[in-house]
């Protein structure tokens, strides 16, 4: 059971947008600590995707987006491509664990 | 360029001992924290701990405190991950990372990630 709640698929279409959602607690992500977001294909390592809550680095497509509000934060993906079929992972900071703490991790699945 | 390279894949027999490696290059390795991430088979990230190498302070996750052990040499830019006596259940994918940085404990995002370690303990 992970601390950070995300859905474990999320479907969509080529062209599509598709949303992951990120459901934290008082203790992470309502505490105002930020979110991050990994991408990671299959065989490879994570990737970071999106820092800061909505901050891409650099090479990364204006195609993602991020926000956060409350306990919970989103990744918004536009313009789905084949290429973006990955797993995606949110991370955030938690104050009762003292630690950093991941997301389970949502399998994007392009139709 | 930052890079992280690890040390290759490891086949142990539980209640083997382990020590595997993170050679840091293109960056200060004694002025930044580096950690360690562990992913099992087809299951999500976990983080584990971090150090800093210029003091070796280290944090531990409570669910590997007293596990593992963290540790580097500065002297040749390396962090090492080790178990004592390794159980089936520590077979695993281990990711070295590396913090943007570390502000009064709180670990912001991994900028920077290794290969990866695949640890497979059977008998």
């Known amino acids: 059971q992970s601390v950070l709640t995300q859905p474990p698929s999320v479907p969509g279409a080529p062209g599509q947008r598709v949303t992951i959602s990120c459901t934290g607690s008082s203790s992470n992500i309502g505490a105002g600590y930020d979110v991050h977001w990994y991408q990671q294909r299959p065989g490879t390592a994570p990737k970071l995707l999106m820092y800061?809550?909505?901050n891409r680095p650099s090479g990364v497509p204006d195609r993602f987006s991020g926000s956060k509000s409350g306990t919970s934060a989103s990744l918004a993906i536009t313009g789905l491509q084949a290429e973006d079929e990955a797993d995606y992972y949110c991370q955030s900071y938690d104050s009762s664990l003292r630690g950093s703490v991941f997301g389970g991790g949502t399998k994007l699945t392009v139709l | 360029e930052v890079q992280l390279v690890q040390s290759g894949a490891e086949v142990k027999k539980p209640g083997e001992s382990l020590k595997i490696s993170c050679k840091g290059s293109?960056?200060?390795?004694?002025?930044?924290?580096i950690g360690w991430v562990r992913q099992m088979p087809g299951k999500g990230l976990e983080w584990m701990g971090i150090i800093y190498p210029a003091d070796s302070d280290t944090r531990y996750s409570p669910s590997f405190q007293g596990q593992v052990i963290i540790s580097t040499d500065k002297s040749i830019s390396t962090a090492y991950l080790q178990w004592s006596s390794l159980k089936a259940s520590d077979t695993a994918i281990y990711y070295c990372?590396?913090?943007?940085?570390?502000?009064?404990?709180?670990?912001?995002?991994?900028?920077?990630w290794g290969q990866g370690t695949l640890v497979t303990v059977s008998s």
């Open positions: 293109g960056y200060s390795f004694t002025s930044n924290w």
């Open positions: 990372v590396r913090p943007s940085t570390v502000i009064r404990g709180i670990i912001l995002h991994f900028e920077y």
């Open positions: 800061g809550n909505n």
